[in-house]
C-alpha cells in the first residue's frame, strides 16, 4: 500500500511511519522542519531498507504549502491510505487567549487535514479505494484545561470526520477519527511525567495499522485510547 502521513518526523506520525514501513508498505511523508523530517526518513530507511520512502517538508499550517505537497504526492502515487496528524497544542484558556490563537491553532489542526483531504480525495475516489485516518484528540470529545482554542480545534476536526466518514462511505473509502489521550512523546521530556504513566506513540501506531487490516466492508469509525490509569 501507499501510505501519506503528515506530520511524520516525530512522535504519533513518525511511529505511525514505522509500523508501516515495519509491514513493507511505501512511505510518503511530510513535516515542517526539514531537518527533523530528514533525519526521521534516515532512521527509517536504515531499519527498512527494502522500502520505498520519500518525503516532502512542508508547513502545512500554509495552504499554498499544502498545496504544494499534495501535488507533489499525486505526482508519485495515488494514496491508499492518508494519516493526517499534522497538529500542535497551544495551552490557553479563551477569554485571555492572544487574539490569534484560535486561528493559528485551526490552521495547523483542521485546515491541514481539510485541504490535504481536498486534494488527495478524488484520486482516492476514482480507484474506489482509501483509507483517511484524522488523528483528534480526547480534547475533540470534551472540554479540556487550559485548552480552550486547541480543544475548540479538535473538536472541528472530529466534526470534519463525522462530515467526511458520511460523504465517502458509498465510495469505497474509510474514514477513521483517532482520539488519543496523552502519549509520551518529546513534548513530555522534562515534564517530571514517569513515561509509564502514559502511553507509548507505538500503541497509537498499532491500532491505526490494525484498523486497515479488516475487510472492505468493516470500518473502525473511532478509536479512543487513554492510559490505563486515566487522564492526566
Same mark, same amino acid.
Given at each position: 500500500?501507499?501510505?501519506?502521513?503528515?506530520?511524520?518526523?516525530? @512522535?504519533? &506520525?513518525?511511529? /505511525?511511519?514505522?509500523?508501516?514501513?515495519?509491514?513493507?508498505?511505501?512511505?510518503?511523508?511530510?513535516? $515542517? #522542519?526539514? $531537518?527533523?523530517?530528514?533525519?526521521?526518513?534516515?532512521?527509517?530507511?536504515? +531499519?527498512?531498507?527494502?522500502?520505498?520512502?520519500?518525503?516532502?517538508? +512542508?508547513?502545512?499550517? =500554509?495552504?499554498?504549502?499544502?498545496?504544494?505537497?499534495?501535488?507533489?504526492?499525486?505526482?508519485?502515487? /495515488?494514496?491508499?491510505?492518508?494519516v *493526517? *496528524?499534522? &497538529?500542535?497544542?497551544?495551552?490557553?484558556?479563551?477569554?485571555?487567549? !492572544?487574539?490569534?490563537?484560535?486561528?493559528?491553532?485551526?490552521?495547523?489542526?483542521?485546515?491541514?487535514?481539510?485541504?490535504? #483531504?481536498q486534494?488527495?480525495?478524488?484520486?482516492? =475516489?476514482?480507484? &474506489?479505494?482509501?483509507? =483517511?485516518?484524522? =488523528?483528534?484528540s480526547?480534547?475533540?470529545?470534551?472540554?479540556?484545561? *487550559?485548552? @480552550?482554542?486547541?480543544?475548540?480545534?479538535?473538536?472541528?476536526?472530529?466534526?470534519?470526520?463525522?462530515?467526511?466518514?458520511?460523504?465517502?462511505?458509498? $465510495?469505497? /473509502? $474509510?474514514?477513521?477519527a483517532?482520539?488519543?489521550?496523552?502519549?509520551?512523546?518529546?513534548?513530555?521530556? @522534562?515534564?517530571?511525567?514517569?513515561p509509564?504513566?502514559?502511553?507509548?506513540?507505538?500503541? /497509537?501506531?498499532?491500532?491505526?495499522?490494525?484498523?486497515?487490516?479488516?475487510? !472492505?466492508? +468493516?470500518?473502525?469509525?473511532?478509536?479512543?485510547?487513554?492510559?490505563?490509569?486515566?487522564?492526566?
Amino acid at each position: 500500500m501507499n501510505i501519506v502521513i503528515t506530520g511524520a518526523s516525530k @512522535g504519533i &506520525g513518525f511511529s /505511525i511511519a514505522k509500523i508501516f514501513a515495519a509491514h513493507g508498505h511505501q512511505l510518503f511523508l511530510t513535516s $515542517k #522542519t526539514k $531537518k527533523d523530517l530528514e533525519q526521521a526518513v534516515l532512521d527509517l530507511k536504515n +531499519a527498512y531498507p527494502q522500502v520505498q520512502l520519500e518525503a516532502f517538508a +512542508a508547513d502545512l499550517s =500554509i495552504a499554498s504549502e499544502v498545496h504544494a505537497f499534495t501535488k507533489w504526492c499525486l505526482e508519485k502515487t /495515488i494514496p491508499d491510505v492518508l494519516v *493526517n *496528524n499534522a &497538529g500542535y497544542f497551544l495551552p490557553g484558556n479563551i477569554i485571555d487567549a !492572544p487574539k490569534d490563537q484560535l486561528a493559528s491553532q485551526l490552521d495547523v489542526n483542521l485546515f491541514s487535514a481539510y485541504y490535504t #483531504t481536498q486534494d488527495l480525495v478524488p484520486s482516492m =475516489i476514482a480507484k &474506489g479505494a482509501g483509507h =483517511i485516518f484524522n =488523528i483528534c484528540s480526547i480534547a475533540s470529545l470534551d472540554a479540556y484545561e *487550559n485548552g @480552550g482554542a486547541y480543544s475548540i480545534s479538535k473538536f472541528a476536526l472530529h466534526g470534519f470526520s463525522k462530515n467526511l466518514r458520511l460523504e465517502l462511505q458509498n $465510495k469505497g /473509502i $474509510k474514514v477513521t477519527a483517532v482520539f488519543p489521550g496523552a502519549v509520551y512523546t518529546n513534548s513530555w521530556s @522534562g515534564s517530571g511525567v514517569d513515561p509509564k504513566r502514559i502511553m507509548e506513540a507505538a500503541d /497509537i501506531a498499532q491500532m491505526i495499522y490494525a484498523a486497515t487490516q479488516l475487510s !472492505p466492508q +468493516a470500518v473502525v469509525e473511532d478509536i479512543v485510547m487513554r492510559p490505563q490509569l486515566g487522564d492526566l
